[in-house]
């Protein structure tokens, strides 16, 4: 689906770069002497192909095959098999709880960040430690939280010792499913503080002032003005930050060792021991399954960042 | 960012009209928010210094890096930055000799194929890792086979990896700068297009080049899914590993890893204000 998506964008942008560019015509340009100019852009074709084009393509279409090669649906309708659904439940359910408190949290550090200098040090320090956090953390952040709430974690113990308080209690959930929801949204904040400072430091004061000037208060600024020209963006960040909750693996990988509870965690269980649910090339079935899921949220991702950008200019 | 200047004058306007917080409402959020995500960090510092279970703390594990032995206990920790560091300039060199030129063609010379060209970078964002690898497994027994398991392979698929945000970086530089005119200055002066990368656009894509590199570098050290899935060592896979014997050091190689990622990052930063300032 990725890929038939092309076509149309190639199109669209031919229209719109001839119409950008006529004015000054490509005569202007001089342009490389033919030949020579194709075979500049051979390296990058070749390399996209190798290795992206052909391993997403081998991933998402391997699940149709059995390992002699011959064609099946088996996989495929491993996909509806039930542990499957439920792994891709609960792959749906860590994704969207920690999107939403990661969107809020983050909204909320950004809207606290209005006002300040966009090239200050506070701001250069959020922004390097949002990029840090959320996009490299990975395995270091399970280390984290297995030193602050593992079972002997810094927090865990101090909770129990001076309020006498175990959040252990019903049994460690930091190693399951349930573990995932504080680690995840550790990194979910920050993503959501790089995706939505750009549209909320969009807002102009002028809209504050015409606001006020037409009699308005604070309540009616952030209800009638503020909120719906950010909703695209917000719900756009939203959307970024589940997918990137549902393709996460490094940090689920290293908290959880065995087992296949989330979609990725399933996929490493696939490759691993070659079968699943008895069944070959499982993970190219789920992979195609997660790919899916992703261009579904990235679609709507771009479609709500195309409105936000109307009016960031 | 020259607003900035002009929006902190009409601060106060902006807080009485609700379009700003006030100082005390931004630092309450700020403070909790920061605290709570301070936590984490400072409890891998703190369990860095643990003395075992039993409470009291030690130098020990800090100081036990420098021992003699020290490269021998831990040598799959140090093969997996050696191999980490290795594949973090392979694959910067990848953005370097592939992406970079083919950006500044296709801005040049196939204008109509910039959105083709940001599309495939941006499908690594789609395509995450943990599909790729699914693909990839069968793609790198084709290459070992024909250039050999080495190291350095491992990189091929990283180079994938960054596209976004090598792009992402590049990009912008391109858009700021005015490639076409500074290029046709150049063929003017009868320099040929070796001398025009070279001596006048490189120069001047100097930020974007740097951001797109250390950007690189950051998510490289930072990657573990495609090498643990590929069974390869590097940075990540051999934290996770000696964190299993040892956990103290993998946390305090954690800790090293996280404070290098966030310097990169924050002369990412640095580098981009400076020019800014200047040449504006």
Redesign the interface.
């Known amino acids: 689906m990725?890929v038939a998506?092309?076509p149309v964008?190639?199109s669209?942008?031919?229209e719109?770069?001839?119409r950008?560019?006529s004015p000054s015509g490509p005569a202007?340009?001089?342009?490389?002497r033919g030949l020579v100019?194709y075979l500049?852009?051979t390296?990058?074709a070749v390399?996209?192909v190798?290795?992206?084009a052909?391993?997403?393509?081998?991933?998402?279409v391997?699940g149709f095959f059995t390992d002699d090669g011959a064609f099946t649906f088996d996989n495929v309708l491993g996909l509806f098999a039930p542990n499957v659904l439920a792994t891709f439940g609960s792959s749906f359910w860590v994704s969207a709880v920690t999107a939403v408190v990661g969107a809020v949290?983050g909204a909320?550090?950004c809207?606290?960040?209005?006002?300040?200098?966009?090239?200050?040090p506070l701001r250069?320090?959020i922004?390097?430690?949002s990029?840090?956090?959320a996009?490299?953390?990975?395995?270091?952040?399970a280390?984290?939280?297995?030193?602050?709430i593992g079972s002997?974690?810094?927090?865990t113990v101090l909770l129990k010792d001076v309020f006498g308080l175990d959040i252990f209690a019903n049994g460690v959930w930091l190693y399951q499913v349930q573990g995932l929801l504080p680690v995840y949204i550790?990194f979910q904040?920050p993503l959501m503080i790089i995706t939505f400072m750009p549209a909320l430091s969009g807002?102009k004061?002028q809209?504050?002032?015409a606001?006020?000037t037409l009699g308005g208060?604070?309540?009616t600024?952030?209800t009638r003005i503020?909120f719906p020209v950010l909703a695209p963006s917000f719900f756009g960040s939203l959307l970024l930050l589940f997918?990137n909750a549902f393709?996460?693996?490094?940090t689920a990988?290293?908290l959880i060792s065995q087992g296949a509870q989330i979609v990725?965690l399933q996929?490493?269980a696939a490759?691993?021991s070659e079968t699943v649910l008895g069944r070959e090339n499982m993970?190219?079935a789920?992979?195609l399954g997660?790919?899916i899921v992703?261009?579904v949220v990235?679609w709507g991702y771009s479609v709500l960042q195309n409105r936000t950008s109307r009016w960031q200019k | 960012m020259s607003r900035a200047g002009t929006r902190r004058v009409d601060n106060s306007v902006a807080v009485r009209m609700g379009s700003e917080p006030s100082r005390a409402v931004r630092w309450i959020i700020l403070g909790v928010v920061g605290l709570v995500f301070c936590i984490p960090i400072v409890a891998m510092v703190v369990f860095s210094f643990k003395d075992g279970l039993g409470g009291g703390y030690t130098l020990a594990h800090w100081s036990g890096l420098f021992d003699e032995d020290a490269a021998r206990t831990y040598r799959n920790l140090f093969t997996g930055i050696g191999n980490s560091l290795l594949l973090a300039v392979v694959t910067v060199a990848i953005v370097l000799v592939v992406l970079l030129p083919t950006m500044i063609l296709v801005h040049l010379q196939f204008p109509r194929l910039r959105r083709t060209l940001e599309f495939i970078c941006i499908i690594p964002i789609t395509v995450p890792a943990i599909v790729l690898v699914v693909g990839l497994a069968p793609v790198y027994s084709v290459v070992v086979k024909v250039v050999g398991g080495s190291v350095w392979t491992l990189a091929l698929a990283y180079g994938i990896t960054v596209l976004p945000y090598a792009y992402r970086a590049i990009q912008s530089n391109l858009d700021a700068v005015d490639v076409i005119t500074l290029s046709e200055a150049g063929r003017t002066l009868s320099a040929n297009w070796g001398k025009i990368l070279w001596f006048v656009l490189l120069p001047n894509l100097k930020r974007g080049v740097l951001a797109a590199s250390f950007i690189s570098v950051a998510v490289v050290l930072g990657e573990f899914t495609i090498a643990s899935l590929l069974n390869r060592t590097n940075l990540q896979t051999a934290l996770l590993q000696v964190s299993q014997s040892d956990p103290y050091v993998a946390v305090i190689f954690a800790l090293l890893a996280l404070a290098l990622a966030f310097l990169l990052l924050l002369s990412i930063g640095r580098i981009g204000r400076t020019r800014t300032g200047s040449s504006s």
Request: aromatic share 12%; hydrophobic share 55%; no cysteine.
């Open positions: 990725t998506n092309a964008l190639v669209d942008a031919a719109s770069s001839t950008r560019h202007t340009r001089r342009p490389l100019k500049g852009l390296p990058f390399y996209v190798l290795f992206l052909i391993p997403t393509t081998i991933a998402v391997s949290v909320l550090v809207y606290a960040l209005l006002g300040t200098r966009a090239d200050g250069s320090f922004d390097s430690a990029s840090v956090l996009q490299f953390g990975g395995v270091m952040l280390f984290a939280f297995i030193a602050a002997q974690g810094l927090i550790y904040v807002l004061l809209w504050a002032e606001n006020a208060t604070r309540f600024y952030w503020a997918a393709s996460s693996y490094a990988a290293a990725p996929i490493r490759l691993v993970a190219g789920l992979a997660m790919v992703m261009v990235m």
